[in-house]
């Protein structure tokens, strides 16, 4: 048994055409069947609302509506059909405050270009089985900066791979990819 | 004891737990290897040309480069920063997505550079012309791949360049 992602819609929003087709044809080879293409936030935001698809891919850099805009309108727009949508932004940036700065506006997941196959899989896998609450207060309304924390133990972390509560509390930077020497 | 230390609560979060009707969708399992594979191979040979792209980047990148040399006491440098940044990004997060990881690997030590530097002087951006000369003979030049030990030479070579740099600055 698989994901049937054949039931599932994705709106894809990127500038660059290429890119654009390359991560569509990754979403078909993953299955699904009903991709939605726009190549800016403003565009992307028109079809957001027209086909109110389940999930929702952006890049940051684009014009004339980026990508962090689109995320913050989809969240706070009185006219976004669906506001706990995921989203996953995708950037070449892998700076932590670039990842809060994307977190802040209520992103969901973040995908660090170049990628490959497993690492889209990975965060799309992530907003299927791990999806995060989302927290509305003054100021900010989005999916919450930490995720569930593992019921049991809390009790006192000996082990080098224990996740201390700080490190849960920035899990959003685990979506970063482990820095190394190019 | 009182969650909010018996002072009254002036403002108020509110924690929503949307319906997981992803799952509900898609089922469990996963995807198979077989359609990682797959989709990694189809990421692998895709034969979008990467060189128009990259070449607009790097005319993007001149232009920053253009702006800096032309600066004035007035200028913004944090401005004239970022028109180098923002080319040098899109080519590092292109760059590897087309087969060209070595300009993906060069474009990262160049925004390494432009995230530390104070000002962009002349020294900087001789710096910067260089990586925009490397990148432009790798696109030239068709270097897909890491480049192998001439990649790691070039990256070398940028790395120490940029070192230099800091040293002379001291």
């Known amino acids: 048994m698989t994901y049937q992602l054949q039931n599932i819609s994705i709106l894809v929003v990127e500038d660059n055409q290429p890119m654009l087709e390359l991560i569509k044809s990754l979403l078909v080879t993953f299955g699904v069947k009903k991709i939605v293409l726009a190549q800016n936030g403003e565009q992307g935001f028109e079809l957001f609302r027209r086909e109110k698809p389940d999930i929702v891919i952006a890049d940051w850099m684009m014009k004339p509506t980026d990508g962090i805009s689109l995320a913050r309108r989809i969240r706070n727009d009185p006219g976004s059909p669906n506001q706990l949508v995921p989203i996953i932004l995708m950037t070449g940036f892998s700076e932590k405050r670039r990842v809060l700065q994307a977190r802040d506006a209520g992103v969901t997941e973040f995908l660090v270009k170049p990628f490959n196959a497993r690492d889209l899989y990975k965060r799309l896998e992530q907003i299927i089985e791990r999806p995060r609450q989302f927290v509305r207060s003054e100021g900010f309304f989005g999916p919450d900066r930490r995720r569930n924390r593992k019921d049991g133990y809390d009790g006192q972390l000996r082990r080098q791979t224990d996740v201390r509560q700080e490190d849960y509390d920035l899990s959003f930077e685990s979506t970063l990819p482990q820095s190394k020497e190019q | ?170």
């Not at chain 2, 989709?39 to 040979?45: D, G, H, P, R, V």
């Not at chain 2, 432009?136 to 192998?148: F, H, Q, S």
């Open chain 2, 1 to 170: 004891m009182d969650p909010h230390y018996n002072q009254k609560p002036r403002r108020r979060a509110e924690f929503i737990m949307p319906p997981n009707t992803l799952k509900a969708k898609v089922g469990s399992g996963g995807l198979s290897d077989d359609i990682l594979r797959k989709a990694q191979t189809l990421l692998e040979n895709n034969t979008a040309d990467f060189q128009p792209l990259a070449e607009m980047y790097l005319a993007s990148l001149m232009e920053g480069i253009e702006l800096a040399k032309s600066g004035g006491e007035e200028q913004d440098d944090e401005y004239v920063i970022s028109t180098m940044m923002y080319p040098a990004m899109q080519l590092k997060a292109n760059g590897g997505m087309f087969q060209y990881p070595l300009i993906s690997a060069i474009a990262d030590k160049l925004i390494h550079f432009l995230e530390v530097i104070n000002e962009p002087d002349i020294e900087a951006v001789e710096i910067v012309l260089a990586f925009h000369t490397t990148t432009r003979a790798v696109v030239m030049g068709r270097i897909k791949g890491d480049g192998g030990t001439h990649g790691k030479e070039l990256l070398y070579a940028l790395n120490q360049a940029c070192s230099r740099y800091f040293e002379k600055s001291k």
